[in-house]
């Protein structure tokens, strides 16, 4: 059973334009937390947002996480070619196991 | 300091035989997590160890899969009698263990390819 849906599943845009990934369930989940994982390598933890509503802004990149904590969003302003890889949501719910989407590939072209 | 490492890095091996891959964690991380990753798929929850705890094995997809750990160090997952659907990245997983939702760092995985 898949309990996050991410969307879109793939993502290929031009350098410079701007993107939203979305991360939605029907669950209610204590926290949400995104990473992002590149070719060969394990995810690498971008942010955690744990309140409802919140807003977290890492330099390109803002996280939101829903009012009722079932949803999140990750928007990237002016993308970079350096940004291009697979990002994932996953959802904590109960003691520290994580439900993790099926993952977003963005690609941005030079 | 060093990060989780696994081993070995990439695996082939034939349907019906047994493999076993090796994480070794950040030391000091008491958490443990296996995870699947088919490919250009998420992340599927296979196990998880906490401390002295029980292990949480509600992700193991069948009886085939085992994992122990010894203390708070080195884990292993055994797979036993391959089958072509086992094909994926083996991620594994460490953390502090302090409390939910916290950081998991991740190794970069074994790629096990079942013939």
Redo the contacts between chains.
């Keep these: 059973t898949q309990l ?1 849906e ?1 969307s879109p599943q793939f993502l290929s845009i031009q350098e410079g334009e701007n993107l939203t990934v979305y991360c939605n369930s029907s669950s209610v989940f ?2 949400l ?1 995104w990473y992002r994982q590149e070719p ?6 971008l942010v ?1 947002v ?1 309140t409802g509503g919140e807003v977290k802004k890492l330099k390109r990149l803002t996280f939101q996480f829903g009012d009722a904590r079932k949803d999140s969003s990750l928007h990237i302003t002016a993308a970079q070619p350096g940004d291009t890889g697979l990002y ?1 949501c ?1 959802g ?1 719910k ?10 977003t ?1 963005l690609t941005i072209n030079p | 300091g060093a990060g989780v490492s696994q081993s070995p890095s990439n695996k082939v091996t034939e349907k019906g035989k047994d493999v076993e891959l090796r994480c070794d964690p950040i030391s000091g991380h008491t958490a443990l997590y296996w995870y699947r990753q088919r490919l250009g798929q998420g992340l599927e929850f296979l196990i998880y160890f906490q401390g002295n705890s029980a292990p949480d094995k509600s992700g193991l997809p069948s009886d085939r899969f085992s994992a122990e750990r010894t203390g708070e160090s080195v884990s292993t997952l055994t797979i036993q009698r391959t089958q072509q659907e086992d094909s994926a990245v083996y991620l594994c997983a460490s953390s502090l263990g302090l409390a939910y939702g916290e950081t998991q760092y991740f190794g970069p995985g074994t790629r096990l390819l079942v013939l």
């Design positions: 996050l991410q204590s926290s937390q060969g390598e394990g995810p690498v933890l955690t744990v994932l996953a904590g109960g003691a520290q196991k994580l439900v993790f989407g099926q993952g590939r």
